[in-house]
């Protein structure tokens, strides 16, 4: 599955956990979380919805996104991942960000992260807001199977790392990917496919590279619909191209 649910706006309510419960019997399989989002409801709430989390769903999440605790901090916010969650293993795990200038270097963060996979806690590790020298570096380390940008149709200022990963087999995770002003030729090359706008962003997407894997937030189990919808459009060359040049 090449579309996942974001859910930086997720909140423990019975309401949120039923769409959760709902959403995971469409044909979604990925959903991207973080131990800040939500002050950590986010993660409670998955792990009270979905534990035990089925084996054809990656949960995926991040910490560390402020500096001050360093490596030891970056630690602690993945144990309690591991419990919010309610996973022995979580299956892919991301530094929500990288300081230098906090005490978190690329490789401190990896050289952490590699003691987890090691210890068959932690299966994948991604990297969060990286530019290719910090791919590279974290590379030097331990393999990397994730890299989370925000790109969009709008938003292209990493398109060398997008470049980047798909050289090297590596999943780019693009957040915030409906973000942005609309173009002058979305809106006909929507109602050419019968699709939606955001659907038609979406589909961009995936056809700008293989890897690219969208992760947009919704709470609504009918959004989520529309969003995974966008698998099915195929944009032609032109379309694609027509829309590349129209930022």
Same mark, same amino acid.
């Given at each position: 599955?090449? @579309?996942?649910?974001?859910?930086?706006?997720?909140?423990?309510?019975?309401?949120?956990?039923?769409?959760?419960?709902?959403?995971?019997?469409?044909?979604?399989?990925?959903?991207?979380?973080?131990?800040?989002?939500?002050? +950590?409801?986010?993660?409670?709430?998955?792990?009270?919805?979905?534990? %035990?989390?089925?084996? =054809?769903?990656?949960? +995926?999440?991040?910490?560390?996104?402020?500096?001050?605790?360093?490596?030891?901090?970056?630690?602690?916010?993945?144990?309690?991942?591991?419990?919010?969650?309610?996973?022995?293993?979580?299956? /892919?795990?991301?530094?929500?960000?990288?300081?230098?200038?906090?005490?978190?270097?690329?490789? =401190?963060?990896?050289?952490?992260?590699?003691?987890?996979?090691?210890?068959?806690?932690?299966?994948?590790?991604?990297?969060? =807001?990286?530019?290719?020298?910090?791919?590279?570096?974290?590379?030097?380390?331990? %393999?990397?199977?994730?890299?989370?940008?925000?790109?969009?149709?709008?938003?292209?200022?990493? =398109?060398?790392?997008?470049?980047?990963?798909?050289?090297? +087999?590596?999943?780019?995770?693009?957040?915030?990917?409906?973000?942005?002003?609309? %173009?002058?030729? /979305?809106?006909? @090359?929507?109602?050419?496919?019968?699709?939606?706008?955001?659907?038609?962003?979406?589909?961009?997407?995936?056809?700008?590279?293989?890897?690219?894997?969208?992760?947009?937030?919704?709470?609504?189990?009918?959004?989520?619909?529309?969003?995974?919808?966008?698998?099915? @459009?195929? /944009?032609?060359?032109?379309?694609?191209?027509?829309?590349?040049?129209?930022?």
């Amino acid at each position: 599955m090449r @579309i996942g649910l974001g859910t930086n706006r997720l909140t423990d309510t019975a309401e949120n956990r039923s769409f959760l419960e709902a959403a995971v019997n469409t044909d979604l399989n990925f959903i991207d979380t973080a131990h800040l989002y939500t002050g +950590g409801e986010s993660e409670r709430t998955i792990g009270a919805a979905l534990a %035990p989390v089925a084996d =054809d769903l990656v949960v +995926g999440t991040k910490g560390g996104y402020n500096a001050g605790g360093g490596v030891e901090g970056l630690r602690a916010e993945a144990e309690e991942s591991f419990e919010r969650l309610r996973v022995e293993t979580i299956r /892919l795990y991301y530094p929500h960000r990288v300081h230098p200038v906090g005490g978190i270097e690329v490789e =401190d963060a990896m050289g952490l992260l590699k003691e987890y996979r090691d210890a068959g806690r932690i299966t994948h590790i991604g990297l969060s =807001d990286v530019a290719v020298e910090q791919i590279e570096r974290a590379r030097s380390v331990v %393999p990397i199977a994730a890299v989370q940008n925000e790109y969009s149709l709008s938003e292209r200022r990493h =398109d060398e790392v997008v470049d980047y990963c798909g050289e090297h +087999g590596i999943v780019f995770v693009a957040f915030y990917p409906l973000h942005g002003e609309n %173009p002058p030729a /979305l809106a006909e @090359i929507a109602e050419r496919h019968g699709a939606t706008p955001s659907q038609i962003r979406l589909a961009w997407l995936l056809k700008r590279s293989p890897i690219v894997v969208p992760i947009p937030g919704t709470l609504s189990l009918e959004h989520l619909k529309e969003n995974l919808a966008a698998l099915e @459009i195929d /944009l032609s060359d032109d379309e694609f191209q027509t829309l590349t040049a129209r930022r």
